[in-house]
């Protein structure tokens, strides 16, 4: 199915912030979420007796039209809870086209 007028959003959290985000960009109007365990490097990574510790991740994966994405990434940039320990990020990508994505409608 051709849509122009959806995003992919990725929100990139602490592991174990991933369920929180899934409440909150519900509450925002998403109606679903992939929850994906990753683990985080960057420049700062630490060392323990010579062994790297890369801090455990999660990333919200959610599709959702381009009006409620633009919504959800707003309130996670106001939200203050995603800039303490959750140390989340958020970035969105256009989606072209999508296969087996359902509209949920009120008659659901």
Known sequence: MDNTNMKA?????NAGF???VVEYI???GSTGATIINA????????E?????????????LTITESEIADK???????????KTEAQGICFALPVSKVV?????????
Do not use: C, H, P
């Open 26 to 28: 519900r509450s925002q």
């Open 100 to 108: 087996g994505l359902r509209k949920i409608s009120s008659s659901d």
């Open 72 to 82: 959800i990434m707003e309130a996670i940039k106001l939200n203050t809870s995603f």
């Open 48 to 60: 323990i007796m010579g062994i790297s510790v890369d801090r455990e991740k999660e990333v919200v």
């Open 9 to 13: 959003l990725y929100i990139v959290v």
């Open 18 to 20: 991933a369920e929180q």
């Open 39 to 46: 683990r985080g490097v960057s420049a700062l990574q630490k």
